[in-house]
T-cell receptor, first 115, second 112 residues
Framework: DTAVSQTPKYLVTQMGNDKSIKCEQNLGHDTMYWYKQDSKKFLKIMFSYNNKELIINETVPNRFSPKSPDKAHLNLHINSLELGDSAVYFC??????????????FGSGTRLTVV | GNSVTQMEGPVTLSEEAFLTINCTYTATGYPSLFWYVQYPGEGLQLLLKATKADDKGSNKGFEATYRKETTSFHLEKGSVQVSDSAVYFCALSKRGSYIPTFGRGTSLIVHP
């Protein structure tokens, strides 16, 4: 059983399109995150939800909109895709809002390529 | 605010060499400290952790000791293998802080 699963694994799309990435965790964790990793492997936190409530909303374009239908799911919708959105997007989860003593569990990533 | 600083990579070693990847942190109080590993094409995996000063985390031959006096959590391995080639991230978490804090990652390349 995959602990944090995200789909799709690869996404190639044209500029201007709208796309979604889905994430699900079966760990019973309360907190979920979206990260963006650039080509130099730098990880940037984008959003975090705790029990369906948005608690982190970093400086990202408002074309990015997260949605958490329940605490096991966190989806990311991106409108009007741009070339600069090309990156690997990771979903993660943790037992508590600050990560606590157990750290974070990451999904395997979605590689988004905008052409 | 909290921050983590890692040595820049890539670190290039021959198989069976000794590895050290430096990590220092800035945080008030007593954060929990972590090392994560990211193999090519995969997500980050927790490698080891330490939750209080002088604790030593260890896993798969890797070790790191939580040094409060030097605010450090350096990653070490006595004899690296080609399969250890990956990107290593140092991270901290602290109660009351919602923002996860990761270092910029250090790429390790091990040659046969």
């Amino acid at each position: 059983d995959t602990a944090v699963s995200q789909t799709p694994k690869y996404l190639v799309t044209q500029m201007g399109n709208d796309k979604s990435i889905k994430c699900e965790q079966n760990l019973g964790h309360d907190t979920m995150y979206w990260y963006k990793q650039d080509s130099k492997k730098f990880l940037k936190i984008m959003f975090s939800y705790n029990n369906k409530e948005l608690i982190i909303n970093e400086t990202v374009p408002n074309r990015f909109s997260p949605k958490s239908p329940d605490k096991a799911h966190l989806n990311l919708h991106i409108n009007s895709l741009e070339l600069g959105d090309s990156a690997v997007y990771f979903c993660a989860s943790s037992q508590s809002v600050s990560g606590g003593d157990y750290g974070y569990t990451f999904g395997s990533g979605t590689r988004l390529t905008v052409v | 605010g909290n921050s983590v600083t890692q040595m820049e990579g890539p670190v290039t070693l021959s198989e069976e060499a000794f590895l050290t990847i430096n990590c220092t942190y800035t945080a008030t109080g007593y954060p929990s400290l972590f090392w994560y590993v990211q193999y090519p094409g995969e997500g980050l995996q927790l490698l080891l952790k330490a939750t209080k000063a002088d604790d030593k985390g260890s896993n798969k031959g890797f070790e790191a000791t939580y040094r409060k006096e030097t605010t450090s959590f350096h990653l070490e391995k006595g004899s690296v293998q080609v399969s250890d080639s990956a990107v290593y991230f140092c991270a901290l978490s602290k109660r009351g802080s919602y923002i996860p804090t990761f270092g910029r990652g250090t790429s390790l390349i091990v040659h046969p």
